[in-house]
């Protein structure tokens, strides 16, 4: 089996190193077992909350304290650890979070699941950097990036399927994070194929590489587009119950939105090259915008079901061309290792930030905050052109 060796220059396809195809599969895979909790997560933390274990407000600091990780443990991965001995970490990572998955299935208290979603969390991040870092090294980093976001979407589907109809039912919310702690055990096996060592990208200032000004306001135009949506998405059912939609309906529509994902995801893989990623993340901005801005305004049910379902296409859609942009702020690609950092602060800051606008039992506030978050993100993707072309410009 070939490796990803450090000493190898590349081919056509890749920067640097030669994987082949099924050691690409396999990154990915690691990757989307790091991400599964995304679209799991209203599945298992709703479980945990119909069961008693914990309040609204304690599922929401046990949402947030794991979003947070994921995205710490995904910018350390990347940006501080070599890119070397990847089966060994992967492995390692691999049991770490299955161990702490099981520790989520018998925690007693509330302080107890916070502290065991943080250690899965960091774990995720880890697994999303196993991915994430092949997918810097493509010349065709956003069509890989969206092959990832497909395989990550459809898993979360599929699992969340099974668990919504046969696990939970029979055996509770512990019986959802043992199937999760079963996952990554029997991935394991697919570890073994990852590329040993990823060849080296031009690391030596990584610092300085993001500490540009189209650098910070590309990752910061990825984390407002992540916080409309974060803020949507944790508070779509008490929003649709202050239009008179009830929690099943609504349940419905949030396994409609996974679906619109998947679709999103699968349709930026084959219009990615066609469109320009300026092009794209603005027009995607104005959707997200018109979208949020009819979630504030009392919309009834079918309007409501549109405007979720579009949410859900958009959000993995726009991901391919987020991913060019940090390509362009930084032809280094470390900037775009931090992508993901990027949308996982964003989707854990979304809803606390919109959480302060809520005033009693109105949550317009938060699609409110939802549109602006989009227009903020459409608005710091003008500067990054403006920045761009004033240096282009000395140059």
């Known amino acids: 089996m070939t490796s990803t060796n450090a000493g190898h220059s590349g081919n056509g396809d890749w920067l640097v190193g030669n994987p082949t195809g099924w050691q690409l599969a396999s990154a990915l ?14 599945v298992l933390l ?11 407000d304690e599922l929401a600091l046990v949402a947030t304290a794991e979003m947070i990780a994921i995205a710490i443990g995904s910018a350390v991965v990347a940006m501080l650890l070599s890119a070397h001995k990847m089966r060994w970490k ?22 107890t699941l916070i502290a065991a979603r943080a250690l899965a969390g960091l774990a995720e991040g880890g697994l999303v950097a196993v991915a994430t870092e092949l997918i810097a090294r493509s010349r065709r980093a956003e069509r890989i990036g969206g092959y990832f976001v497909t395989m990550q979407t459809l898993a979360q589907c599929a699992l969340a399927l099974l668990l919504a109809l046969y696990v939970i039912p029979a055996a509770g919310s512990a019986g959802g994070f043992i199937v999760l702690a079963v996952v990554c055990v029997a991935s394991l096996a697919v570890a073994v194929t990852v590329p040993g060592d990823y ?28 916080m409309f949506f974060g803020a949507v998405w944790a508070f779509l059912e008490p929003l649709g119950a202050q239009y008179g939609i009830d929690g099943r309906t609504v349940g419905l529509i949030v396994s409609a939105s996974l679906a619109a994902q998947v679709l999103g995801a699968m349709t930026a893989t084959v219009f990615e090259a066609r469109i320009d990623y300026r092009l794209a993340i603005a027009a995607i901005g104005a959707v997200a915008l018109v979208s949020s801005l009819i979630l504030a305004s009392g919309p009834g049910l079918t309007t409501f079901w549109i405007a979720a379902l579009v949410m859900g296409f958009i959000l993995l859609f726009i991901v391919p061309y987020q991913i060019r942009l940090a390509i362009t702020a930084d032809e280094t690609r470390t900037a775009v290792l931090l992508v993901p950092a990027a949308q996982l602060f964003g989707l854990a800051i979304g809803p606390i930030a919109a959480s302060l606008l809520i005033d009693g039992k109105d949550f317009r506030p938060v699609a409110e905050f939802a549109a602006a978050s989009a227009v903020a993100s459409v608005l710091l993707l003008g500067l990054f052109i403006l920045v761009t072309r004033r240096r282009r410009a000395r140059s």
Do not use: M, R
């Open 29 to 42: 895979w690691i990757g989307s077992v790091g991400l599964l909790i995304l679209g799991l997560q209203p």
């Open 46 to 56: 709703g479980a945990l909350y119909t069961e008693g274990h914990v309040s609204g």
């Open 90 to 111: 992967s492995a390692t990572l691999l049991l770490l979070l299955a161990l702490a998955n099981v520790w989520t299935a018998y925690a007693a208290t509330a302080n």
């Open 199 to 226: 060849a080296d990208l031009p690391k030596e200032e990584n610092l300085a590489n993001v500490l540009t000004v189209p650098s910070l306001t590309a990752l910061l135009s990825v984390f407002c587009y992540f």
